[in-house]
């Protein structure tokens, strides 16, 4: 069984950066495609990045430019180096792994984190 824990999450000004990561275990080096996603209350899940076993990665249109995903596979290890954030990227963010060779933001994944918080003031 998978296991996942996000941590790096925190409260910074718009303007700031934070770095999220997420260690992952369990998987036995199956975890094809690994994403994040964030959930603000009130609004649906949403896909922010994901990078697949080639290390090919996608991001959402909202965090383009801003965001950048990457993975350490000799640590277990997934990053979110998040830069310019604005109120709009407070949510509780998600890590999320998958055996699949599919990896696009719409991937169903198994596996999840049980998410930080990300607050971002004005």
């Known amino acids: 069984q998978g296991h996942l824990v996000e941590s790096g999450g925190g409260s910074v000004q718009a303007g700031g950066s934070l770095r999220l990561s997420c260690a992952f275990s369990g998987l036995n080096g199956r975890e094809r495609c690994l994403g994040w996603f964030r959930q603000a209350p009130g609004k649906e899940r949403e896909g922010v990045a994901v990078?697949?076993?080639?290390?090919?990665?996608t991001y959402g249109d909202s965090v383009k430019g801003r965001f950048t995903i990457s993975k350490d596979n000799a640590k277990n290890t997934l990053t979110l180096q998040m830069s310019s954030l604005e109120p709009e990227d407070t949510a509780i963010y998600y890590c999320?792994?998958?055996?699949?060779?599919?990896?696009?933001?719409?991937?169903?994944?198994?596996?999840w984190g049980q998410g930080t918080q990300v607050t971002v003031s004005s």
């Open positions: 990078i697949a076993q080639d290390a090919s990665t």
């Open positions: 999320a792994a998958e055996r699949s060779l599919w990896c696009e933001l719409d991937t169903s994944f198994t596996y």
